[in-house]
């Protein structure tokens, strides 16, 4: 063989390797938040995410358990800070200097791959009136300058997650989409720091929401499956809300000067509870129609190719407010203990695993003593006690466990506190209405269940393979496939010299 051919061929062996590292970078990305009674450790969770295949994670706030869980992980990180630090963080950049230090510079000298520092979460929804309108781009800024002089400027990026409503179209044509007016300027002004420093826009699109919010939404048009009334803009006829509302964003940055300008999709899914459109099938179908544009790597009419995508979410939080409603405490594809909600296919013959080495409570429930009588003066309170404390938010109208008779109703509640509390001695006494039980309950309905909750105490002392084990293991495997393509490949080589 002529010595320029066997170079050739080597240099293919390398970009096939190249190729190969690229692809175990690409692939999902997912919301993990931790507004829960009782968390899954973050090894566990960690596991979790790789064994799905979720392998850039999106977190609200620096939580140092968290974030050492991710230490070596292979996980790309969009690490967020809560809107109340953005005054702080705009007063003085000494602020922001801190903040990198501690929960930036400190993570990622320790094998935490963040790359991204989302700023603020949603700062310019309406219903914060202007409460943070001032200090977000300050907070931007400085966290920028502190990145900078951590020399983190070109590893770490700022970007700012901003809800749907900050742009607009007054005909509900994408072509005609704009900014909000009363925070145009301000968006413009973001929008072109964020481009200066090479960094992205994130949004954040929730086609539930639109349902939720009016109820005469045309329900197709939510999700991916096409609608008997597109929205036609010109020549294109918009058959989904989502691709409908991303176009009136690229629409609103380039008719600002901003056409290429990178955009994240920060939030995107479907709640499985807390309302009558929150519910299994609708999150499966819209998730499942979610996940096939990603596999597939289909864009938007605007732009043919995808954004990256953080699906919200990972797991569910019983301890998340519930102020925009029940549905809030649903998100998750999988339940409260990683256990998985609904298949989804993730392509490559993969569907979703549950997650290993989670520890329960002991096998009982608290329920309605069966001499209790459903008339008695003390139960409505005795509810409205459990309730207060506990997530009763799948008892609701229109949610799984909504429309249960009275006793299964009250049993459902007191076990909902009682697990929450830990099966604690006296959780499970509601003026003597109340009895443990090591049968099991039921109430009829399949996806309503009578929880136990997670064991804390064991769940922290579980079997905790060290990351960087895990890590090595992961790199180990990586390695012995590259070996492999690289031996078979030199014996063509050889065959072929």
């Known amino acids: 063989m002529e010595p320029h051919n066997s170079s050739f061929l080597w240099a293919l062996i390398i970009i096939f390797m190249l190729n190969m590292n690229i692809s175990s970078v690409q692939g999902l990305g997912v919301n993990w938040g931790t507004r829960a009674t009782h968390p899954l450790s973050p090894n566990v969770v960690v596991k979790l995410m790789k064994d799905n295949g979720f392998n850039k994670v999106k977190l609200f706030e620096a939580e140092p358990w968290v974030l050492d869980a991710l230490r070596n992980s292979g996980i790309q990180v969009m690490l967020g800070i809560p809107n109340d630090f953005l ?32 700023v603020g979460n949603e700062p310019f929804l309406t219903t914060y009136k202007d409460m943070f309108t001032n200090a977000t781009l300050p907070a931007v800024q400085n966290i920028q ?20 409503d900050v742009y607009q179209s007054d005909s509900g044509v994408p072509s005609e989409g704009n900014f909000r007016p009363d925070i145009h300027d301000l968006m413009i002004s973001i929008v072109k720091f964020l481009s200066d420093n090479g960094a992205p826009l994130t949004i954040n699109i929730y ?5 939720y919010a009016d109820p005469h939404f045309p329900i197709d048009f939510a999700f991916f499956a096409g609608t008997n009334a597109p929205v036609v803009d010109g020549s294109v006829s918009y058959t989904n809300v989502f691709d409908a509302n991303y176009d009136t ?10 056409s290429s ?5 920060g939030e995107i899914g479907w709640p499985t509870d807390g309302d009558v459109n929150a519910n299994i099938q609708y999150a499966r179908k819209f998730n499942q129609g979610l996940f096939n544009r990603i596999i597939q790597g289909q864009g938007t009419p605007k732009r043919k190719t995808p954004p990256d995508v953080y699906l919200f979410g990972l797991i569910d939080e019983d301890a998340k407010s519930i102020q925009p409603g029940n549905f809030e405490r649903h998100w998750g594809v999988f339940n409260y203990d990683g256990t998985v909600k609904y298949k989804l296919d993730l392509g490559s013959n993969r569907t979703l695993v549950p997650a290993k080495g989670v520890q329960y409570l002991p096998r009982q429930w608290c329920v309605l003593a069966p001499d209790a009588s459903e008339n008695d003066p003390n139960l409505a309170d005795s509810i409205n006690y459990a309730c207060t404390y506990a997530d009763c938010t799948n008892l609701g109208y229109g949610s799984t466990c909504g429309g249960l008779d009275a006793r299964s109703n009250a049993s459902y509640a007191f076990n909902k506190y009682f697990q929450m509390s830990n099966q604690q001695k006296g959780s499970c006494n509601f003026n003597n209405l109340s009895v443990i039980t090591r049968t099991e309950p039921t109430t009829g309905k399949a996806n309503c269940k009578y929880e136990i909750m997670i064991d804390l105490g064991k769940h922290e002392k579980a079997r905790r393979t060290p990351t960087s084990s895990v890590a090595a293991g992961w790199r180990l495997q990586n390695f012995s496939c590259d070996v492999m393509v690289v031996f078979l490949l030199s014996m063509i080589i050889g065959r072929v010299a």
């Open 249 to 258: 964003l690229v629409w609103s940055l380039e008719k600002n000067g901003f």
């Open 207 to 211: 086609p539930f929401l639109s349902l």
């Open 145 to 164: 300058a502190a990145l900078i002089k951590a020399g983190l400027g070109r590893q770490v990026k700022v970007t700012v997650p901003l809800n749907a």
């Open 87 to 118: 005054a702080p963080l705009a007063s003085r950049v000494s602020v922001a200097e801190n903040w990198v230090s501690k929960n930036i510079s400190a993570y990622v000298s320790r094998g935490v791959d963040i790359r991204y520092v989302a």
């Open 261 to 265: 300008m990178p955009i994240i999709v």
